[in-house]
């Protein structure tokens, strides 16, 4: 696998169930993002993990939990949710280290909340 | 609230004509303005950058025209292909911090015809 991956690609889920999204980078990354993808609406950021600390939660309901077990893996724990929570879930990385901090997009996780 | 307006929402372009989509931004302490593409199905991937220090950053086809007084910055395609049907995003970089945090645009849908 290269790159970053992210399972599962598609998720129907209904209001009083619990998944969990799946990120891997094999990059060498040292910086993990979730964003969300909504049909005309810009990207927007909800979680960023820097050395496997959580360094930013922009204002994200309590019904999503970040997990960053080490810095190659991310997950999003999703429960309760609402209709209104169907999107594109991207996960991202880029090294902090080095130049301009080029993120790496997955291809998401298409979900939807019936 | 910090924001990047991106403009237009849609484009339509003949084969061999020129793209151009626009960028504007609201706070000065950016450092950073990638452009970013995205096709169906994918994550968006780092298309081009540039850093506001210069004007105009070309890439192939690819043209990022930069005007700090303006706080704009806008992307040409030349020669547009079909290939080139996507959406695309522009996005900006805050100085301050290292998280890598980028601020996206609401994204250009662009579909070249034939």
Known sequence: ETGVTQTPRHLVMGMTNKKSLKCEQHLGHNAMYWYKQSAKKPL?????????????NNSVPSRFSPECPNSSHLFLHLHTLQPEDSALYLCASSSLRTGDNEQFFGPGTRLTVL | QQQVKQSPQSLIVQKGGISIINCAYENTAFDYFPWYQQFPGKGPALLIAIRPDVSEKKE??????FNKSAK?????IMDSQPGDSATYFCAARGISGNTGKLLFGQGTTLQVKP
Do not use: A, P
Request: net charge negative.
């Open chain 2, 60 to 65: 192939g086809r690819f043209t990022i025209s």
């Open chain 1, 44 to 56: 927007e950021l909800m979680f960023v993990y820097n050395f496997k600390e959580q360094t930013e």
């Open chain 2, 72 to 76: 704009q910055f806008s992307l040409h």
